[in-house]
């Protein structure tokens, strides 16, 4: 396996470095007197540390020097069919740079490295690869492909289709390494339908058949499996953290199998000027939902870390539960907030919610209440953001500032069936704590400068349940159209919470267990195509 | 989920039936790509003359579709004629009539009054390019000098502007009253106390772009000539009201009656490879206090985005234009939102590149300077448009206009501090056959930052556009 990890990272390095000399690659050419567009990128970052001191869940200096390499090539079978694929190949070199690092070893990080080192399931190499026939009105498309709902930037809530990778955490990842393609069918109609108030309309049907289940790829518990990103969930009150987990019992579905299916179906139109969307969705969550596999003994491994602490290993099971909903998205600009004190543009308007039947939560980590059992909670969500554009000269001349803030509510059961006030604590797929209210702002602030060659930008995202907030700041700049540079800054903020709470007790959640992992970033970006 | 294997099983019954049912017969479709249509002439450093080799793109159009875009010249000529009133050969040759027909170079300013006939910012340019310090692309060094020649539209485009010849009306302020134009130029003519608004609005009903396959390259320079930007687009044009040239004729259909819809254009970006799969549609209405609706299919998210039609100001990515700059002017008429105050500050003659064999290049290899330039003297108005709003990028914004094409060749940006900031320079190509114009090269200059951007385009008329092709539907298929 290594031997295949370390041809996999020389053979991305001579592509890459071959890529960037040829920049001819980058053009239209005919293959059967039919276009055929090339065109990708290569990325090389790094990530350092600004912990002041060393710690068992940060590494002090390099923490990452991720090099992404994606290629896609798009081409035009005919005027109504045409094929697109892209590849793409992560190598986090970060894993033989500390090879022989002591704190490295001490801290386990390098444990994580089968996980994280090269991407090289057959799935993160191809990462799209599809059809799409375009007759008359309709569009179908079959393949490995990433159908991407909702409105609203950073929170997921109507997009739910496709799974996320974010084994790495917070760092600068692009898209395309962040939304995991996978395998469906879409079909899309548009009926020529006119009317004084609808503009247009779109019905759209994707089927997931299941050929291979691939679920989110989570940050994973415990240095040794989730790396620099692993959470620090800790119990001051027994001086342990919680470590990686065996996950024993979590039923995937098998590769076509019924069990797998997923069903999507979208209405979209243009009603007066907004975008309007209907939705539906039943199928699976990406993520399981776990419990301790022996309550009465739900860490069968106790470690002890390079520190002194204990790190306790769960053994969790679980499944991958059922997920439905049906709900609604909207945008469209609101003229009457528009301001000449603040440059004449009217604010956009983002709008998407849903009512989610039966997810399943687990008490797992409810100590002392936990009966070790799943219980399905009707759940509303609610995001709505402005996107606004507004000139504040004094900061820019020439061009205006983009705020865009974002609300997140989430709110759990208490409809027609329980909810989950009381002293248990209901925990959802990503094992964090959920109340019957919850709330999740952002805030990005960004702007242009240098003929737009410059972009500044500013995101803060605040957990209003856990009091915890994480910011971003960054700067890019585009030296040509083939070279662009990244500087910028990571940083996580969070309240520590009490170890018990109505004689309940609760662990650190939400950005706190991020807070030792501030860093800085850099990242030069090639382009072609 | 047994209701939902019968609705699945349902809704692809559906799907296949209604595709089945759908009628097979459409427009046939001869959009060129990239490599094919850079086959007959590459954007920089060649000085193949494009239109010649595509025979004014008979080669790439069926012949029964040539044959409808295409109308007598004689017949074109003359109508125009008589609608505008004169002809510009007649009219010309008045100022510095020494400056014969013939090649000139720039050294030949010392010995002709060049400066008498090209507004100085084009006089600027007819200089070898400076070596060293902030400079822009796509100075010029020699010219040659034809004899002016007649210009005029597609002979549906005169017939309308006939037949509505002083139908169109405007309000005590000089606003066209939107309801009372039909179809062509509202003011051929431009006179009285609105002229400088009649010339405007002659730009904003004109019938470039009206329903045309697009295509464009732009290269951006800094100061010292680095190249730093380039990209690549198509889009579909579309004229939504007013259409005469092919069926439907008026409006498309009733959507575009009932929405009041005056156009749409959709834009698909293939570099840089940021954008590339980004398609922007834009459908435009009859009502100028009306916003664009403004969709956005952005590749990287795989969404189409809303966005907001009062964010005009801000550059193009890597470009030195605004949304409004797009075409050289998209700005609104309007009281309600940045009004301008109109003014005729000058008439005359001026020397005007225009390109009838597309053979104008820009040769990169000997200091980005234009070639093959061919100007003649045309008769132009110069229009200024005063900012009264203090909150505009653009304080005055000044257009030389073609009094026989009745669009403009030159347009000076000044910012709120009186500082020339953008400048716009089209060099029109002319097919005689259709009675059309393409802007050929086209160079956005920032004054302010010193950064030049030069787009090289082509556009013909695209028969097989229909509503399906610029509606969402539409975008989703050009991804």
């Known amino acids: 396996m290594n031997k295949k990890r370390l041809l996999i990272s020389v053979f991305a390095t001579a592509i890459t470095l071959g890529l960037m000399v040829c ?37 002090k200096g390099l923490q990452s020097a991720l090099t992404n390499l994606f290629v896609e090539a798009d081409y035009k079978i005919s005027d109504r069919l045409k094929f697109y694929t892209s590849e793409r190949l992560s190598v986090d070199w970060v894993y033989p740079l500390k090879h022989n690092d002591s704190s490295w070893h001490d801290k386990e990080f390098n444990r994580s490295r089968k996980n994280l080192n090269v991407d090289d399931e057959y799935w993160q190499i191809l990462n799209e690869a599809h059809f799409t026939w375009v007759p008359e009105n309709f569009l179908f498309r079959v393949g490995k492909q990433v159908v991407s709902w909702g409105e609203t930037d950073g929170f997921r809530l109507m997009d739910q289709i496709n799974p996320l990778d974010t084994r790495r955490g917070f760092a600068d990842v692009e898209f395309e390494n962040t939304i995991i393609p996978i395998w469906l069918i879409r079909s899309e109609y548009y009926p020529r339908i006119t009317t004084t108030w609808l503009q247009d309309l779109g019905v759209e049907f994707v089927f997931n058949p299941n050929a291979d289940f691939i679920p989110n790829q989570d940050i994973q518990l415990g240095n040794d499996q989730g790396g620099i990103w692993a959470p620090n969930i800790r119990f001051d009150d027994v001086d342990a953290r919680l470590g990686s987990g065996a996950f024993q ?108 039947f039966n997810n399943t939560f687990t008490d797992a980590l409810s100590v002392p209440f936990s009966q070790n059992t799943f219980k399905e909670f009707d759940e509303f969500r609610l995001a709505f953001g402005f996107d606004w554009k507004v000139r504040i000269r004094p900061l820019n001349q020439r061009a205006f500032f983009f705020i865009s803030p974002q609300v997140f509510y989430r709110r759990i059961g208490g409809f027609s069936g329980p909810d989950p006030s009381g002293p248990v604590d209901w925990f959802d797929t990503t094992l964090t704590r959920m109340g019957k209210h919850n709330w999740t702002t952002s805030l990005f602030i960004s702007t242009v400068y240098l003929n737009a060659k410059l972009t500044p930008s500013f995101f803060w995202l605040h957990d209003q349940e856990f009091g915890s907030d994480f910011f971003r700041l960054q700067a890019t700049y585009d030296w040509s159209y083939n070279w662009r540079f990244t500087l910028g800054a990571l940083l996580f903020s969070g309240k520590k919470l009490p170890g018990e709470e109505n004689s309940t007790f609760k662990s650190n959640n939400s950005f706190d267990l991020f807070k030792h992992k501030d860093q800085i970033f850099f990242k030069i970006t090639y382009k072609w195509g | 989920m047994n209701i939902v294997k019968r609705f699945l099983a349902g809704f692809l019954l559906i799907f296949f039936s209604l595709l089945l049912m759908t009628s097979v017969g459409s427009a046939q479709k001869y959009e060129l790509g990239f490599e094919k249509l850079e086959d007959y002439k590459k954007p920089i450093d060649d000085p193949a003359p494009f239109y010649k080799n595509i025979e004014g793109f008979k080669k790439i159009m069926p012949a029964d579709v040539y044959k409808k875009v295409t109308y007598d010249v004689d017949a074109m000529k003359k109508a125009w004629a008589e609608v505008v009133g004169f002809k510009a050969p007649d009219v010309v040759g008045k100022i510095a009539p020494e400056i014969k027909p013939g090649k000139y170079t720039y050294k030949d300013k010392e010995k002709f009054p060049f400066d008498k006939i090209m507004w100085k910012h ?146 698909m970006s293939f570099a840089p490879r940021d954008l590339f799969g980004n398609v922007i549609n834009v459908t435009s209405y009859m009502d100028p206090n009306k916003f664009d609706l403004f969709l956005m299919y952005i590749n990287s998210l795989r969404r189409i985005r809303r966005l907001s039609a009062s964010d005009t100001q801000d550059p193009a990515v890597g470009q030195d234009m605004i949304y409004e700059d797009w075409q050289g002017f998209n700005q609104k008429l309007t009281p309600k939102r940045f009004p301008y105050r109109y003014d005729v500050i000058g008439e005359g003659e001026f020397l005007v590149p225009i390109t009838w064999d597309g053979s104008p290049y820009m040769s990169t290899k000997e200091g980005y300077i234009l070639k093959n330039l061919q100007f003649e003297r045309r008769p132009m108005w110069v229009v200024q448009m005063t900012q009264m709003d203090r909150n505009y990028i653009y304080g005055k914004r000044v257009f030389y206009v073609d009094k026989e094409i009745l669009y403009h060749v030159h347009i000076e940006n000044h910012d709120q501090k009186g500082r020339l900031y953008r400048t716009y320079d089209t060099l029109w190509g002319f097919i005689p056959e259709m009675g059309t114009y393409n802007q050929f090269h086209t160079l956005a200059l920032d004054h302010v930052d010193t950064h030049s951007t030069a787009y090289h385009s082509y556009s013909y008329p695209a028969l097989w556009l229909n509503r399906g092709d610029v509606s969402m539907s539409g975008m989703i298929k050009m991804k």
């Open chain 1, 249 to 356: 019992n979590v039923k995937e579905p098998g590769s076509f199998s019924r069990k797998g299916h997923e069903y999507a179906f979208r209405v979209k139109g243009v009603v007066k000027d907004t975008i309007v969307t209907l939705n539906a969705f039943y199928g699976k969550e990406n993520s399981p939902i776990v419990k301790f596999a022996d309550p009465l003994n739900p860490f069968p491994e106790v470690t002890i870390a390079s520190d002194g602490k204990a790190i306790i290993h769960p053994g969790f099971e679980g499944k991958f539960p059922r997920f439905r909903f049906v709900g609604m998205t909207a945008s469209k600009d609101i003229g009457f907030l528009k301001s000449q004190a603040l440059g004449s543009v009217a604010p956009v308007l983002r709008l998407e919610t849903f009512y989610a």
């Open chain 2, 122 to 267: 084009l006089y600027d340019r007819f200089n070898a390019p400076a070596s060293s310090g902030p400079r822009h692309v796509c100075n010029f060094t020699e010219i040659e000098i034809v004899p002016t020649r007649q210009y005029y539209h597609s002979l549906p485009v005169i017939e309308a502007t006939k037949k509505h010849m002083d139908t169109a009306t405007q309000d005590t302020q000089g606003y066209l009253l939107q309801e009372s134009y039909k179809a062509g130029f509202p003011f051929p003519r431009p006179s009285g106390p609105f002229k400088a608004m009649q010339i405007m609005y002659n730009w904003d009903k004109s019938y470039n772009l009206d329903g045309e396959f697009y295509w464009e390259h732009v290269y951006g320079y800094t100061k010292d000539l680095r190249n730093d930007y380039e990209g690549m687009a198509t889009a579909y044009t579309m004229r939504l009201q007013g259409r005469v040239k092919w069926e439907p004729l008026n409006w498309l259909d009733k959507r575009a009656q009932d929405q009041r819809e005056s156009k749409v254009f959709q834009y």
């Open chain 1, 23 to 59: 920049p001819t690659m980058a053009k239209e050419y005919l293959i059967f007197d039919r276009p055929l567009n090339l065109l990708g990128y290569a990325t090389q970052g790094a990530g350092f540390s600004l912990s002041d001191r060393d710690r068992f869940d940060t590494e």
